[in-house]
T-cell receptor, first 111, second 119 residues
Framework: TQLLEQSPQFLSIQEGENLTVYCNSS?????LQWYRQEPGEGPVLLVT?????EVKKLKRLTFQFGDARKDSSLHITAAQPGDTGLYLC???????????FGKGTRLHILP | EAGVAQSPRYKIIEKRQSVAFWCNPI?????LYWYQQILGQGPKLLIQ????????DSQLPKDRFSAERLKGVDSTLKIQPAKLEDSAVYLC?????????????????FGPGTRLTVL
């Protein structure tokens, strides 16, 4: 059972375009993390969101945690080739503190 | 601060052979995780240690996989015997807080992984 659904699974867009990646679940999370993973490397943490409705910005990346703490989104403005990679969301489940990963969104930005 | 170290980076073996991976977490990190990441998927937790005790090994295929963390520092993950479907990247991660820490941040720091190919 996949507890964290990420969509889309794959996305290939032109440089300069905007995009949004979604992470959805029926479980409540005490916090949710977004990671980026490049080939041959382990995931690197981008951001952690903790409060329902929280919005965090990291340069051209905007992360939002749903009000009910069950879902999250990552929005990239004016995507650049350097944004290419696998984006993973991971939720810390409220009831048992377990960290659950989504399957990831593979993003490819074309120059 | 040095990151999480893993070795080897790559390993190719034939099915039914044995293999072992090593992880050295960030100094002082109490919690250590081993994940399996199959191509195209997110990491799947195999086992979680708190110091040298196992917290969660519910998804570890115990008939062939084993892991230990002696002295609560380094850890090894072993597969014996390997199957074709074990081909994956094995990631080690560590975290500074306790399993039921007061904070909800739970940031994990990942190593570069070991890419295992079983032929």
């Amino acid at each position: 059972t996949q507890l964290l659904e990420q969509s889309p699974q794959f996305l290939s867009i032109q440089e300069g375009e905007n995009l949004t990646v979604y992470c959805n679940s029926s479980s409540v999370f005490s916090s949710l993390q977004w990671y980026r993973q490049e080939p041959g490397e382990g995931p690197v943490l981008l951001v952690t969101v903790v409060t329902g409705g929280e919005v965090k910005k990291l340069k051209r990346l905007t992360f939002q945690f749903g009000d009910a703490r069950k879902d999250s989104s990552l929005h990239i403005t004016a995507a650049q080739p350097g944004d290419t990679g696998l984006y993973l969301c991971a939720g810390v489940r409220n009831r048992d503190d377990k960290i659950i990963f989504g399957k990831g969104t593979r993003l490819h930005i074309l120059p | 601060e040095a990151g999480v170290a893993q070795s080897p980076r790559y390993k190719i073996i034939e099915k039914r052979q044995s293999v072992a991976f090593w992880c050295n977490p960030i100094s002082g990190h109490a919690t250590l995780y081993w994940y399996q990441q199959i191509l195209g998927q997110g990491p799947k937790l195999l086992i979680q240690f708190q110091n040298n005790g196992v917290v969660d090994d519910s998804q570890l295929p115990k008939d062939r996989f084993s892991a230990e963390r002696l002295k609560g520092v380094d850890s090894t993950l072993k597969i014996q015997p390997a199957k074709l479907e074990d081909s994956a990247v094995y990631l080690c991660a560590s975290r500074p807080r306790g399993w039921r820490g007061r904070s909800s941040y739970n940031e994990q720091f990942f190593g570069p992984g070991t890419r295992l190919t079983v032929l």
